[in-house]
Nanobody, 115 residues
Framework: QVQLVESGGGLVQDGGSLRLSCVAS????????MGWYRRAPGKQRKLVAT???????NYGDSVGGRFTISRDSAKNTVYLQMNSLKPEDTAVYYC?????????WGQGTQVTVSS
């Protein structure tokens, strides 16, 4: 089992920045993928970004170079730096962990961007 705890969400103005963090604990396999998905009101959950333990990154179409994912494997932590935030980035952001064909999700953290 893996537990994920997110932090860093909140309310920010259009054009602002936020940094999300997610700490994984429990049975952490050395080869894994961590990342972020988001669900906007009335929409399906979508990929924001993922990063493997080899630091290979993958970004969703909507983040367009504004977001940067990184990780500290020694701390089992993944970060999402979000810059130039837009109202359409408003969503619940979920931390994601995958290893050995198992997937885990965090509880989600709300990000609200006001216009």
């Amino acid at each position: 089992q893996v537990q994920l705890v997110e932090s860093g969400g909140g309310l920010v103005q259009d054009g602002g920045s936020l940094r999300l963090s997610c700490v994984a604990s429990g049975s952490i396999a050395s080869l894994n993928t961590m990342g972020w998905y988001r669900r906007a009101p009335g929409k399906q959950r979508k990929l924001v970004a993922t990063i493997t333990s080899q630091r290979i990154t993958n970004y969703g179409d909507s983040v367009g170079g504004r977001f940067t994912i990184s990780r500290d494997s020694a701390k089992n932590t993944v970060y999402l730096q979000m810059n130039s935030l837009k109202p359409e980035d408003t969503a619940v952001y979920y931390c994601y962990f995958r290893a050995n064909w198992f997937e885990y999700w965090g509880q989600g953290t709300q990000v609200t961007v006001s216009s």
